[in-house]
């Protein structure tokens, strides 16, 4: 991890000193530093930090960074064995279009905070209490019930002088917000009346009506500002199932080879409507061999191999010479993904367990 900021050093006599916003510095140990360290890969707010990562990389660099062994358990969805780098990729891809990534990277650093990881929080304490400021920041105990934290970290100040600061104006729900997020307590932080005391949290306790709702807030106080972003509280929800061919596809192809290395015709597939086929369960198994016994070889083909769209034939490699009769039937899983409230954390899963990619 990146090292955290040196404390202030400078004794401010006549009062707090006010840089525009001093939480800002802190913001790069944690999209820097904290990100490539922590375990805790299976939560919503990773995921679309994720899923935005990789909209910026070209499909090389895709690929580089996919490249792994063993399994990835992922909001419910374990990646290794039956999933494969481009079934990885489609996921990151629905999350993408099913989930406002958008401006998360433009927030990163208060989406890794909403996440409540440990690791996370300690880095962010010890950077504010070196820098001091104003922070704010999000936590997100479900996709319904949220968290707004502001804590005041006060700059030295001479003998007498009060360590106080109050906000300059009121903090404000936007209007076209104001439906879906109720304040249950602690509304009382959000206004410029009240009096933020030193790394004394004010808590405020939200009631989101979905966790399809995001949130920005600004706050404006005496000796600086703070901003805090809370991401969608949502998770894919996998749904499987034995693939099976829509009206007028095949799924078995044959040929007849006399001496020839012949394959038949191919037959070009794509999974129903926003289903998607899991690549590494597709394959094109030989279900029909007539032919002198043991006389060459009998096999299914699938090229390319996606889990959008696939190719499958069947191929005869007779030997010796003679009537082949060969064919091949496409068998293997589709999956659907759907959009449901939720953080994507699982109970008793060991986060240390899960093995993760780390950003450069």
């Not at 525009?20 to 805790?40: I, R």
């Not at 419910?76 to 998360?104: A, H, M, P, W």
């Amino acid at each position: 991890m990146k090292s955290l900021f040196a404390v202030l050093s400078a004794l401010i006599i006549s009062g707090f000193a006010s840089p525009a916003s001093a939480d800002n510095g802190c913001k790069d140990v944690l999209v820097n530093g904290t990100m490539t360290t922590t375990q805790l890969r299976s939560h919503t707010f990773f995921l679309q930090i994720l899923a935005a990562e990789f909209a910026q990389k070209t499909d090389e660099q895709t690929d580089e960074k996919l490249s792994h062994d063993g399994s990835m358990s992922w909001a419910g969805i374990v990646f290794g064995g039956k999933f494969n780098k481009d079934d990885v990729k489609r996921y990151i891809q629905e999350l993408r279009t099913k989930l406002d990534v958008s401006t998360v990277l433009n927030h990163e650093s208060s989406v890794l905070l909403a996440s409540g990881d440990p690791k996370i929080l300690e880095a962010w304490s010890k950077c504010m209490q070196d820098r001091r400021g104003l922070s704010m920041r999000f936590e997100a105990s479900s996709a319904k019930a949220v968290t707004l934290i502001l804590e005041w970290y006060a700059y030295p100040v001479a003998p007498g002088v009060s360590t106080d600061t109050k906000l300059k104006d009121d903090i404000l729900i936007p209007k076209d917000k104001e439906k879906d997020v109720q304040v249950v307590a602690g509304k009382e932080c959000l206004s410029a009346k009240n009096a933020l005391r030193d790394k004394v949290p004010c808590t405020v306790n939200l009631e989101f009506s979905s966790g399809a709702i995001d949130l920005l807030l600004i706050a404006n106080a005496i000796h600086g500002t703070a901003d805090a972003y809370l991401p969608q509280r949502l998770v894919l929800k996998p749904e499987q199932e034995i693939w099976q061919p829509q009206p007028g596809e095949e799924k078995t192809v044959g040929l007849y080879a006399f001496s020839e290395d012949t394959r038949s015709k191919s037959v070009c597939l794509a999974p129903k409507k926003d289903w998607s086929f899991i690549a590494a369960t597709m394959e094109a198994k030989q279900s029909h061999y007539d032919g002198p016994s043991g006389a060459g070889r009998c096999s299914g083909e699938i090229k390319p191999n996606t889990p959008t769209f696939l190719c499958f034939n069947s191929r005869m490699v007779p030997n010796p010479s003679g009537d082949h009769h060969c064919s091949a039937t496409l068998v293997g899983e589709i999956i659907h993904y759907n959009v449901v409230d939720g953080l994507g954390l699982q109970k008793g899963v060991q986060m240390e367990q899960i093995q993760t990619f780390q950003f450069q």
